[in-house]
């Protein structure tokens, strides 16, 4: 890793703690990330050239609060001005002495804040980003792409939102709901990132590096959360697979056809042993079951080694704890698996009829697959198309494009693609 | 000069009967292109749509707008995807021509009209 790279992921680290101080000290969410975000870059400038200071979290708090002094002062609110400045100087000197717990509420206070129910999805993902992950506007519309004009604006109303929404720095009264729209949160970030929901490629690496990142800051705040675990084993364990699920040209490569020694092994023990010390130790949630689904995924040496029986019981249990479509869809190519396409197709028939499958191409995709293995050539063929009409994805609807081309061609010589 | 390059239809106009070599070379084809473009510094923006048959279209009707299911326009004749390029109109309908060798499908070209200019301070 080179100094840049250090200073930048120091930075980064850094960035909810300074942040965390000035707001619990003054109030004032959005002045005081504007001026966090002007230490970053004034350190980003000075740093690589002129080395890292001594005690890197107090040059950034003292540069921010100076920026916030400069703020007040231009917006003349000179009693409070006053008031203020007597209280910034000597704090900023003892920063370093108190890195203990007072910064890690501070830490998950400001992630409470950023997911706040009253802001859009996009804009938590947005102020999150900024705000904790101490990235810059840029860097964020670069990932969502998105012009960066659009991205400062969303930025600037999700902190006007906050703030007429009387939303307070502090740990919010029922913090294991808030901790859900969090852990959603980040679980949003990871999938942008993972699967790119539009656009032409299917990683945007930095978005799940960076939501992983986020996770482990969480786990670390959090231990024994059995979700946040959770959730982290979860990213970790789906993120092993990348290099493997897309090929040479960039197109997408089903599970079942990925080439495994491509695998994290790395990324997968550690998935595997979260999941394995949180399990039965609390009370199990859906991003525990679904990171040990994908423990078994991982595990197996082989697709057709593959612990399928196992899988299915795990969305049976998924199924009740937290029931919804999308589970039943993936229940259902399990069932497939242990007991036929047939089993699995009638499982999917109970989804036609849900809204909420309405505007995915999953469902669709789902079934052209079943279709395909229980024979159904002219029926699996049409539903890989509508699958492919439906995705919003170019990758997706390349692979999806591709699967009902090559039914369609069965007799022409095998695509050297898949 | 931005000229907007349009592509037309869906999935189904121009993937539908393809095969699966000819999708492959299709895609490594638009890569290709787009890289170039982008590599010369020529495009502004380039975006596709999803298959018209997932558009909605919000019509005048009795004095109120009504949405209703499906494109404005058939099918075969709605946006597909474009390119914005800052290039001559030259360079512009070289670039349509060399996507439509490959697709066969007509595209069109079209002047972006001109950003108004900052008022004088």
């Given at each position: 890793?080179?100094?840049?790279?250090?200073?930048?992921?120091?930075?980064r680290?850094?960035?909810?703690?300074?942040?965390?101080?000035?707001?619990?000290?003054?109030?004032?969410?959005?002045?005081?990330?504007?001026?966090?975000?002007?230490?970053?870059?004034?350190?980003?400038?000075?740093?690589?050239?002129?080395?890292?200071?001594?005690?890197?979290?107090?040059?950034?708090?003292?540069?921010?609060?100076?920026?916030?002094?400069?703020e007040?002062?231009?917006?003349?609110?000179?009693?409070?001005?006053?008031?203020?400045?007597?209280?910034?100087?000597?704090?900023?000197?003892?920063?370093?002495?108190?890195?203990?717990p007072?910064?890690?509420?501070?830490?998950?206070?400001?992630?409470?804040?950023?997911?706040?129910?009253?802001?859009?999805?996009?804009?938590?993902?947005?102020?999150?980003?900024?705000?904790?992950?101490?990235?810059?506007?840029?860097?964020?519309?670069?990932?969502?792409?998105?012009?960066?004009?659009?991205?400062?604006?969303?930025?600037?109303?999700?902190?006007?939102?906050?703030?007429?929404?009387?939303?307070?720095?502090?740990?919010?009264?029922?913090?294991?709901?808030?901790?859900?729209?969090?852990?959603?949160?980040?679980?949003?970030?990871?999938n942008?990132?993972?699967?790119?929901?539009?656009?032409?490629?299917?990683?945007?690496?930095?978005?799940?590096?960076?939501?992983?990142?986020?996770?482990?800051?969480?786990?670390?705040?959090?231990?024994?959360?059995?979700?946040?675990?959770?959730?982290?084993?979860?990213?970790?364990?789906?993120?092993?697979?990348?290099?493997?699920?897309?090929?040479?040209?960039?197109?997408?490569?089903?599970?079942?056809?990925?080439?495994?020694?491509?695998?994290?092994?790395?990324?997968?023990?550690?998935?595997?042993?979260?999941?394995?010390?949180?399990?039965?130790?609390?009370?199990?949630?859906?991003?525990?079951?679904?990171?040990a689904?994908?423990?078994?995924?991982?595990?197996?040496?082989?697709?057709?080694?593959?612990?399928?029986?196992?899988?299915?019981?795990?969305?049976?249990?998924?199924?009740?704890?937290?029931?919804?479509?999308?589970?039943?869809?993936?229940?259902?190519?399990?069932?497939?698996?242990?007991?036929?396409?047939?089993?699995?197709?009638?499982?999917?028939?109970t989804?036609?009829?849900?809204?909420?499958?309405?505007?995915?191409?999953?469902?669709?995709?789902?079934?052209?697959?079943?279709?395909?293995?229980?024979?159904?050539?002219?029926?699996?063929r049409?539903s890989?198309?509508?699958?492919?009409?439906?995705t919003?994805?170019?990758?997706?609807?390349?692979?999806?494009?591709?699967?009902?081309?090559?039914?369609?061609?069965?007799?022409?010589?095998?695509?050297p693609?898949? | 000069?931005?000229?907007?390059?349009?592509?037309?239809?869906g999935?189904?106009?121009?993937?539908?009967?393809?095969t699966?070599?000819?999708?492959?070379?299709?895609?490594?084809?638009?890569?290709?292109?787009?890289?170039?473009?982008?590599?010369?510094?020529?495009?502004?923006?380039?975006?596709?749509?999803?298959?018209?048959?997932?558009?909605?279209?919000?019509?005048?009707?009795?004095?109120?707008?009504?949405?209703?299911?499906?494109?404005?326009?058939?099918?075969?004749?709605?946006?597909?995807?474009?390119?914005?390029?800052?290039?001559?109109?030259?360079?512009?309908?070289?670039?349509?021509?060399?996507?439509?060798?490959?697709?066969?499908?007509?595209?069109?070209?079209?002047?972006?009209?001109?950003?108004?200019?900052?008022?004088?301070?």
């Open positions: 890793m080179n100094a840049e790279h250090r200073i930048e992921d120091l930075l680290e850094l960035a909810p703690q300074v942040l965390g101080t000035l707001v619990r000290r003054h109030g004032q969410f959005a002045a005081c990330e504007d001026a966090v975000q002007e230490a970053l870059l004034a350190a980003a400038l000075q740093w690589p050239t002129e080395g890292v200071p001594d005690r890197p979290r107090s040059w950034l708090l003292t540069v921010a609060s100076r920026s916030l002094v400069d007040w002062r231009s917006e003349s609110a000179r009693r409070r001005r006053e008031e203020t400045m007597a209280a910034l100087e000597p704090a900023a000197d003892q920063e370093d002495a108190n890195h203990g007072a910064d890690q509420d501070d830490t998950l206070a400001l992630l409470f804040l950023c997911c706040h129910p009253a802001l859009s999805p996009p804009s938590q993902l947005a102020l999150t980003l900024r705000a904790v992950g101490g990235l810059t506007t840029t860097e964020i519309a670069a990932a969502f792409l998105v012009p960066e004009a659009t991205m400062a604006q969303r930025i600037s109303r999700a902190k006007q939102r906050i703030r007429s929404a009387g939303a307070r720095f502090e740990l919010p009264p029922k913090p294991a709901e808030r901790l859900g729209v969090v852990l959603h949160v980040l679980y949003l970030i990871f942008e990132g993972y699967t790119a929901s539009s656009g032409p490629t299917l990683h945007r690496v930095d978005l799940t590096a960076e939501a992983i990142r986020l996770a482990r800051l969480l786990h670390r705040l959090r231990p024994r959360e059995g979700e946040v675990a959770g959730l982290l084993a979860l990213m970790l364990l789906t993120d092993a697979r990348r290099a493997a699920r897309t090929d040479a040209a960039g197109s997408i490569v089903p599970l079942a056809e990925q080439r495994r020694e491509l695998w994290d092994a790395a990324g997968i023990a550690e998935g595997v042993a979260l999941v394995t010390r949180t399990l039965g130790t609390v009370p199990v949630g859906p991003y525990q079951l679904q990171a689904i994908a423990a078994v995924h991982d595990e197996a040496p082989t697709a057709e080694e593959t612990d399928w029986p196992q899988i299915l019981a795990l969305y049976e249990v998924l199924g009740q704890v937290a029931p919804g479509p999308l589970v039943t869809l993936s229940q259902a190519v399990a069932l497939a698996m242990v007991h036929g396409p047939k089993a699995g197709l009638a499982l999917l028939g989804l036609d009829a849900d809204e909420r499958m309405a505007h995915t191409h999953r469902l669709e995709s789902v079934r052209a697959h079943l279709l395909e293995r229980a024979g159904d050539t002219v029926a699996a049409e890989y198309l509508r699958a492919a009409r439906m919003a994805s170019v990758p997706e609807q390349r692979y999806l494009a591709l699967r009902a081309a090559r039914l369609h061609h069965l007799a022409a010589p095998a695509d693609a898949c | 000069m931005k000229y907007m390059i349009m592509m037309f239809g999935l189904g106009a121009t993937l539908e009967t393809r699966p070599e000819w999708i492959t070379s299709m895609h490594e084809f638009m890569l290709k292109l787009d890289g170039e473009l982008k590599e010369a510094g020529e495009v502004v923006a380039s975006h596709g749509l999803v298959d018209p048959s997932r558009a909605k279209t919000v019509r005048f009707q009795n004095g109120v707008p009504v949405p209703t299911d499906g494109p404005f326009a058939e099918v075969k004749e709605s946006l597909a995807g474009y390119w914005i390029v800052e290039v001559s109109e030259d360079r512009a309908i070289e670039i349509a021509s060399q996507v439509v060798a490959f697709i066969e499908y007509p595209m069109e070209v079209r002047r972006i009209m001109d950003e108004p200019t900052a008022p004088e301070l």
